[in-house]
């Protein structure tokens, strides 16, 4: 170095978090989605002792083949590990709960979908990650190319102001036999079990003991595009459900198909259309899209853009015919999430948006129920919960 030059001073190095994945019974591609980051490392897997043999088996499996521990005590491992990140995936019963102790173990939050299925529990999150200062990611698709093309558009002004958005939901997934398929005197399709099995083809998002319909399984993927889209708070919501497509959502009561109508403040009108309208009802994933319109004008977007399409002979029936590309949306939650640690910023989609979102669906659940539209008051964190 020449005696006159000026040293610059070298840049620590980013910090690599230390994470665990705190049950991943249901969607592992959470924790698989975070560690394909480089900031991020998979240092054990995590579960309580009492969960049944087939939820220990899936842990075992995943800590297997990324050669970490398994252990069967949460606590202990997230200290024992000295663990940075707590990535939760277990049934959605057990999502908060999960959520909140590895918080208070000293974990920032990275949690599948839904937020829970309890509002009381919803509640206690909210609190809970707001007294601790924890930084909270719910997952989600928000990075997928359409949607960060789609925000840009919406913020660079093209279209002007947003007047109405409709948002189009439909997974073309199965689950299970069509409905009327039950013979007279079977069983009824129990839930719990459907959703185990169902693991095998990733259709077990609503994987618990208690049932869930569409809304309450995927809601938060498009009203997720819809709070990306605008910071305008849901007043008020109309919706209508029913079993339409599966035996399992009719015998256990819960709609997989559904329309939603929600007014925003300032005017904005929104809907949803959300549905599991079976595998054979589209090539490949289903019909997912955003229609825009503003004061200077409108947009159609398609989630799944780009894509490429790919046909051949003897193609096995379950491939997907139309492939995404360019697809980022794990190394876009994970590097959001990595950078929420650094400054301390709210994540893409934190507690209290995922709160908000569980809310609104809890609304149109009960409009569903009764018929009725039904209002979103707002509520301060000092009455969502006792922190307990």
Same mark, same amino acid.
């Given at each position: 170095? !020449?005696?006159?030059?000026?040293?610059?001073?070298? /840049?620590?190095?980013?910090? =690599?978090?230390?994470?665990? &994945? *705190? !049950?991943? *019974?249901k969607h592992d591609y959470v924790a698989r989605g975070m560690i394909s980051h480089p900031r991020f490392e998979l240092v054990v897997v995590a579960d309580e002792p009492h969960i049944p043999d087939w939820a220990h088996e899936r842990n075992q499996a995943f800590a297997d083949e990324f050669k970490v521990p398994y252990v069967r005590d949460v606590e202990r491992a997230l200290k024992e590990f000295h663990v940075d990140v707590a990535i939760v995936s277990p049934e959605a019963e057990r999502h908060c709960d999960? !959520? =909140?102790? #590895? &918080?208070? &173990?000293g974990c920032h939050i990275v949690q599948d979908k839904p937020l829970t299925t309890r509002r009381s529990e919803a509640d206690?999150?909210?609190?809970?990650?707001?007294?601790l200062g924890k930084r909270f990611l719910m997952w989600n698709r928000n990075g997928l190319p359409a949607l960060v093309e789609t925000r840009r558009l919406v913020e660079s002004g093209e279209l002007g102001a947003l007047r109405a958005v409709h948002l189009d939901f439909y997974f073309a997934k199965d689950a299970g036999a069509p409905k009327g398929s039950r013979q007279p005197g079977y069983p009824l399709v129990n839930w719990q079990a459907h959703q185990i099995a169902a693991? @095998?083809?990733? !259709?077990?998002?609503? @994987?618990? %003991? /208690?049932?869930?319909? /569409? @809304? #309450? =399984?995927?809601?938060?993927?498009? @009203? &997720?595009?819809?709070?990306a889209l605008t910071d305008a708070a849901v007043t008020r919501v109309f919706a209508r459900g029913a079993p339409h497509f599966h035996q399992l959502n009719a015998d256990n009561g819960v709609e997989d198909l559904a329309t939603v109508t929600l007014e925003l403040e300032g005017g904005l009108i929104a809907s949803l259309a959300i549905g599991r309208i079976g595998l054979a009802s589209h090539p490949s994933g289903g019909e997912i899209k955003l229609r825009l319109v503003g004061t200077k004008g409108a947009a159609v977007i398609n989630e799944a853009r780009p894509d490429v399409g790919i046909y051949y002979r003897n193609q096995p029936a379950r491939e997907p015919r139309q492939r995404r590309v360019a %697809?980022?949306?794990?190394?876009?939650?994970?590097?959001?999430?990595a950078q929420a640690i650094d400054s301390g910023r709210p994540t893409m989609l934190d507690v209290e948006e995922s709160w908000k979102i569980f809310r609104t669906v809890e609304a149109a659940l009960e409009s569903i129920r009764t018929g009725q539209p039904v209002a979103l008051r707002k509520q301060a964190l000092s009455e969502s919960g006792d922190g307990t």
């Open positions: 170095m !020449s005696p006159t030059a000026e040293a610059t001073p070298q /840049e620590a190095p980013a910090k =690599i978090f230390r994470c665990a &994945a *705190v !049950s991943a *019974v999960l !959520s =909140i102790r #590895a &918080a208070r &173990a206690r999150l909210r609190t809970e990650m707001a007294r693991h @095998l083809d990733g !259709s077990d998002g609503g @994987l618990g %003991v /208690e049932p869930m319909g /569409e @809304l #309450a =399984i995927e809601g938060i993927y498009p @009203l &997720a595009y819809l709070r %697809v980022e949306n794990d190394f876009l939650l994970a590097d959001d999430f």
